[in-house]
């Protein structure tokens, strides 16, 4: 197997398609798009069915449990 160290910063890859060898390209920082544009954070560890994303300002985070469900809005909800 043959490493590639490229160490200048450009934001081009350039195959040879006669190359019949697996090309692996990885880049430095969070893949993907972010939850938020703030940089929040979703916790979902207690979700259950139906749960309703919310911003919870104390703990400084989105959260989605049973505090807040579909059923929970619709049935007695506080409005």
């Known amino acids: 197997m043959t490493t590639v160290n490229i160490t200048t ?3 081009t890859v350039t195959i040879d398609e006669n190359n019949s060898s697996v090309i692996t390209v ?3 920082g969070p893949q ?3 939850f938020s544009s703030s940089n929040t954070s ?3 560890s207690g979700k259950v069915d139906k749960s309703v994303i919310y911003y919870d ?3 400084g985070q989105y ?3 049973s505090t ?3 059923t929970s809005l619709v ?3 506080n409005f």
Request: aromatic share 4%; charged share 20%; hydrophobic share 30%.
């Open 9 to 11: 910063n450009k934001n």
């Open 42 to 44: 979703l916790t979902d």
């Open 57 to 59: 300002a104390t703990a």
């Open 68 to 70: 807040w469900t579909t």
């Open 32 to 34: 993907g798009a972010t």
């Open 26 to 28: 990885a880049t430095q």
């Open 75 to 77: 049935d007695g909800g």
């Open 63 to 65: 959260k989605a449990d």
